[in-house]
């Protein structure tokens, strides 16, 4: 066999795994959307869930979701930049950085359920912080940093040094090139790997449940002073985010509508996945051009 | 470069007033009145629901109700985390907790049946049955009076409150073989609903018309029949203090026994109200008959 | 004169004081990362490990047992916690999975990047992120209402059991292992493509003999990573492997896994009883698979990769 056939089977093949992927993700996306696409309604959407009687929507849930999404980015996005940055840059390549990577790669395999009930005996019970968003915040930046770091540090691994030389013959300090040369150039990579961490941290259940609640009190949306226990922006109020209603239904529901709501959640969860992702694109899009000036 | 400087001195300056001004007008009387409730999952709704109106009718208070099952509710109650422990069992038969130190308070009361797959063409069982297929003396529902299908036990998680209820008084104290489990009853009922064969059990509130409850020694899985033990397999809601409860807690508590929510929220969640059970049982399962009705 | 200048040469410039902030800043970070790491698992290793120093359990018994039923006491006086068919089951779906997978995985990371860069990856990229969004619990869900009744129907038993909780934990693992390899052949350097390609060798070639070769140790990684999120996951194979402490004898007979016991046992027991912290042990034994799984692909990947 010479090298020409074999290179078009090999590509042939190639073509046909692509495609298999595309028809599996595709029918699941399909499925998903399909059979929650009936339940969507503005009412849906906006009103508060109900405990035992049809009707109830996931308004709250879904706010819930985005503001414990958005503070558990604004607590991990930096240290994990920043660990990123000294374990691919500054790190010597010993034992000891290889003994913390490992650590942090099996941290990351531990069940969700685990790094909950460690936040909830630390922040919850130890710290008096309650079940509330920022127990969960802190929780689920535990089980963010492990991945959210490894993707940065392969981001900016993948960044040639020649840019690195670049900016050190410019005279430029190592902090200096890291920041204004290394960051931005591996900024498409490092926003890949964000975006996959706030999907997990927004599909993100078991390590919720002991840590934000399973519980949504109402909530005033007129009220915005963050110290109001009803105010939408109080960050020690218990939360129940949407994977954990999705959950909650799912195993203890009783209401009759249980199923309608269920796939209705799910398809708006995805969806709110989806907005999230073209959202995050188009921004480091604009970021990227003005930090590259490309 | 200077005039970035000045813009980003201007917000932290604006963000700390506007933090300093939303402090100060918050409403104080709102924040300070909360009593956490924590455990059983099948108990929160009905605590939910009382907890919201209970909040409406007193101003100024918050029940914050979680779930995380009845083992975590008692261990953190005993160890004075929360205020109030929800759980499905006595907390006697709870592994690792000193039940002399809480204080048990009965809320309702909650019936178990088993339930089958559809295509198994069982509607009764004798108790010796019941027994014979959880302990895998039976394995295929003709042996029963049913179809020729194999039987599929679906358990629920050791130590759930459910399970414990079932075995003690559905088995007899006889311990199922090990086999499928699950930790909810709505994947329970699920499962059932959709596995060929499957046998399981779920509190009266789960059973709909997607599984078939099987009556017991010609017993049918009714309220009344729970009310007069007829049918033996059901078990108390618990909601457990410390032996000094909280004020709140404790008053929050009289509210969900009183006739007020016994009437409403527990009858439309399908527990029984303790008002209707014609006899008590304790830790031990003896059981006592009522004589006084209680209106 | 002299002093000044003298003064503003010893003194440290403005960017060294930068220099030395931001490496600070950074090494703090990843301090506080390590730290973190080591509470959580040496809260788990404390909790594990008092089964086997205050409730002294056997730790060869609890390995190698069979029966898991913590609230029972054996003929020996001891509880039942016999971890092995949990650990099998682990052990049987993440290989499977992580095998099934990565072919999957690398091929798609290879069509994205090398063969159709523009259309294909435009249109896989998106897919691939929405998927990690979704939820545990709407995986199992599918998996309950599509997996399991096909597996019942092609290979008759009740269809939990480990293929289904392999096809569940395949779907799941594939995206991030997909988007991680994607990462690791985008930091082959273009040049190796180029002088590959300039040799005469076919795209194949120089996919097969370069880009791989050099992409092997971002590859291995992603393979580690959608491991550990196998071995981790819990709710999704939770409902679809039937979970029945029982060892596997076939792929289609309920099984179980260390998770799924883990998650479904931890609400009904009491912090520091004997139940509770056997399952805090199987949290250790978990870490414990992941750590060697960690090494021996580290080695592989040491042997494969190309030396720089």
Redesign the interface.
Known sequence: MNSKVSNQIAIATLYVIASTIVVILAALLGYIIISGLPALSWHFLTSPAK??TAGGGIGIQLFNSFYLLILTMIISFPIALGAGIYLNEYAKQNWLTSLVRTAIEILSSLPSVVVGLFGFLVF??QFGF??SILSGAFALTFFNLPLLTRSIEEALAAVPDEQREGGLALGLSKWETVLHIIVPAALPTILTGVILSAGRIFGEAAAL??TA???A??LNFTDW??????SPLNPMR?AETLAVHIW???????MPD?KAISSGASAVLVISVLGFNLLARFVGHRLFKRLTAG | MRKKRWIECLLVVGLIVL?GW??Q???VN??NMTI?AVGS??L??LV??AG?DYSTHHLGT?I?????????G???V??G?VDIGNADIFAEE????KANRLQDHRVAVVGITPIVNQSVGVHQLTTTQLINIFTGKVRNWSQVGGNNQKI?ILNR?????TRTTFERFGLKNH?SI??????????VR??VS?????ISYVGF??VDKSVQAVSLNGVAPTNQNVASNEWPIWSYEHMYTSKTPQPLAQRFIKYVQSRQIQNSLVR???YISMADMNVTRDGQGRVHKVEASHE | MNNKLQKQLLKRSKAAKLERLGKTVSFLALMLITVTVFAIIIFVASKGLATFFSNHVNIIDFLTGK??????TNAKGQPEVGALPMISGSFVVTILSALLATPFAIGTAIFMNEISPHRGAKLLQPVIELLVGIPSVVYGFIG??VV??AI?NIFGG???GILAGTFVLFVMILPTVTSMSVDALRSVPRYYREAALALGATQWQTIYKVVLRAATPGMLTAVVFGMARAFGEALAV??VI?????LPTNLVS?A?TLTSVL??????????????NALWSLALVLLMMSLIFNLVIRMIGRKGAMSK
């Open positions: 405990a035992f919850v019970v309650g079940f449940i002991f609640g399973q519980s009190p109402a002073n963050p110290f109001n226990i009803s218990p909650k239904i799912n195993s203890e529901g009783i249980a | 933090g939303a402090y007008t918050r409403q709102k924040a956490t999952t099948a929160q709704p939910e629901a919201e918050f914050n109700v979680q779930g995380g099952g009845s083992g975590t008692l261990s953190q005993q160890e985390a709870q592994k690792g907790i599929v998680a050791q130590g759930s409150g311990r090990a086999a499928q489990e699950q930790d909810s009853s709505g994947m699920q499962i959709t596995t060929p064969g499957a509130s789960y439309r969640l399908v | 029966d898991w039923n913590p609230n029972v309950l209402t399991v009744p019942r009740s269809g939990f939770q409902m039937g979970n029945a402490a029982l309920p179980s998650t479904t046992g931890i609400g009904n027991t009491v912090m520091g009883s004997l139940q509770n």
